[in-house]
């Protein structure tokens, strides 16, 4: 089966830095991956699509030079959460689309929790 | 346009109770149809998928079938464990290449 792999699982940064959050698929190619953000308790919120070799495609409401995605290759995307405040404090989960014409659903990492203090 | 409503729960049961957990959708077409399962601080899991109508999903005890009639897709277990504790998704993809849409989530406690 496919299997996505996400890291760090958990970081804790200090306000002003940035974070990067990598998501690998080890063992298919994913041209498209997906990043959500959960808050606690609450459901997944699609941030943006990610695209291997163009640009990502932000949901309204996201900013796009806060949260910083790559997809510079078929098994890997970033997102970098940039000048980090405590409200980007969230869970953090990545998922990439399945190859085409494969049997199973997408697949998700097992997420990031980020603490900004 | 597409959507998936599920019941929002929590939803709380004895230890070895039967499980329903709502789930109806809006969709053009025939999409694809899932339940995904999210334990405590861990990302999704896929738990079962139905492609077509009348497909019955099924994995560790749990069962869903994909009703066009009723656009639904319920989950089922006869019955649940402490460790099915989780937050459970339904979602479903229009075609194939289009982005999954997910329910809200429903929340399940089960009490020993």
């Not at chain 2, 069962?63 to 639904?72: D, F, G, N």
Request: charged share 20%; aromatic share 10%.
């Amino acid at each position: 089966g496919a299997v996505v792999s996400q890291h760090p699982s958990r970081v804790i940064c200090k306000s002003g830095t940035s974070v990067k959050i990598e998501c690998r698929s080890l063992d298919f190619q994913a041209t498209t991956m997906f990043w959500y953000r959960q808050f606690p308790k609450k459901s997944l919120m699609l941030m943006a699509t990610s695209n291997e070799g163009s640009k990502a495609t932000y949901e309204q409401g996201v900013e796009k030079d806060k949260f910083l995605i790559n997809h510079a290759s078929l098994t890997l995307s970033t997102l970098t959460v940039t000048s980090a405040h405590p409200e980007d404090s969230s869970f953090y989960i990545c998922s990439a689309r399945p190859p085409s014409g494969s049997s199973y659903g997408y697949t998700f990492g097992s997420g990031t929790r980020l603490t900004v203090v | 346009g597409n959507s998936v409503t599920q019941m929002e729960g929590p939803v709380t049961l004895s230890e070895e109770a039967f499980l329903t957990i709502n789930c109806t959708y809006t969709a053009t077409g025939y999409p694809s149809l899932f339940w995904y399962v999210q334990y405590p601080g861990e990302g999704l899991q896929l738990l079962l998928k139905a492609t077509k109508a009348d497909d019955k999903g099924s994995n560790k005890g749990f069962e869903a079938t994909y009703r066009k009639e009723t656009t639904s897709f319920h989950l089922e277990k006869g019955s649940v464990q402490v460790s099915d504790s989780a937050v459970y998704f339904c979602a479903l993809i229009p075609n194939r290449d289009d982005k999954i849409i997910f329910g809200k989530g429903t929340r399940l406690h089960i009490l020993p």
